[in-house]
T-cell receptor, first 116, second 114 residues
Framework: AQTVTQSQPEMSVQEAETVTLSCTYD???????LFWYKQPPSRQMILVIR??????QNATENRFSVNFQKAAKSFSLKISDSQLGDAAMYFC?????????????FGKGTLLTVNP | EAGVTQFPSHSVIEKGQTVTLRCDPI?????LYWYRRVMGKEIKFLLH????????ESGMPNNRFLAERTGGTYSTLKVQPAELEDSGVYFC????????????FGAGTRLSVL
């Protein structure tokens, strides 16, 4: 079974600075998807960025980028020019690519605080 | 376009009572998922509907949990009778059949069993 580990329960960053959130996973599959979701307090969880394992190029979405190291099974999220609105719980998630197995496997989350 | 909506946002019940959670997916999304996060732990998958059929219910903890999706639109998750360990946040998500890779989540229902 796949597992996802987020080793940082909490992180903090100064506004306009850069922060990196860590995520490692364990799988025996060669093809899969990885995601970062963000949940602001009492609000919906939204997809921040996703990566397909067969793609070597790291995904980027505006100020959010990932460092995907397939051999090391690492999938970190970098937030550049941090803003107050980035404060949230961040979840790393894994999904198999095969068949009709669509369920996501999540890490425990990292609570990000942005200091003004 | 409305997102995934869940009702209620918070429910407080006593052990042994029954609670029903509701999820309205995004219109046109055939896939609907239930997940649960117990305090301090990972968000865990409960089950997956495709339209009104249960595709995968491997995450359902026991037979006190019953999920339904009559008509393939909204879904309910009933817990009967509730136990203390059922406390947590229950998330619903939905995805389009052609873009199953992107699951859209609701804000969750926080269930407190006292």
């Amino acid at each position: 079974a796949q597992t996802v580990t987020q080793s940082q329960p909490e992180m903090s960053v100064q506004e306009a600075e850069t922060v990196t959130l860590s995520c490692t996973y364990d799988t025996s599959e060669s093809d899969y998807y990885l995601f970062w979701y963000k949940q602001p307090p009492s609000r919906q969880m939204i997809l921040v960025i996703r990566q397909e394992a067969y793609k070597q190029q790291n995904a980027t979405e505006n100020r959010f980028s990932v460092n995907f190291q397939k051999a090391a099974k690492s999938f970190s999220l970098k937030i550049s020019d941090s803003q107050l609105g980035d404060a949230a719980m961040y979840f790393c998630a894994y999904r198999s690519s095969g068949g009709s197995n669509y369920k996501l496997t999540f890490g425990k989350g990292t609570l990000l605080t942005v200091n003004p | 376009e409305a997102g995934v909506t869940q009702f209620p946002s918070h429910s407080v019940i006593e052990k042994g009572q029954t609670v029903t959670l509701r999820c309205d997916p995004i219109s046109g999304h055939d896939n609907l998922y239930w997940y649960r996060r117990v305090m301090g732990k990972e968000i865990k998958f409960l089950l997956h509907f495709v339209k009104e059929s249960k595709q995968d219910e491997s995450g359902m903890p026991n037979n006190r949990f019953l999920a339904e999706r009559t008509g393939g639109t909204y879904s309910t998750l009933k817990v009967q009778p509730a136990e203390l360990e059922d406390s947590g946040v229950y998330f619903c998500a939905s995805s389009h059949i052609r873009h199953e890779n992107i699951q859209y989540f609701g804000a969750g229902t926080r269930l407190s069993v006292l």
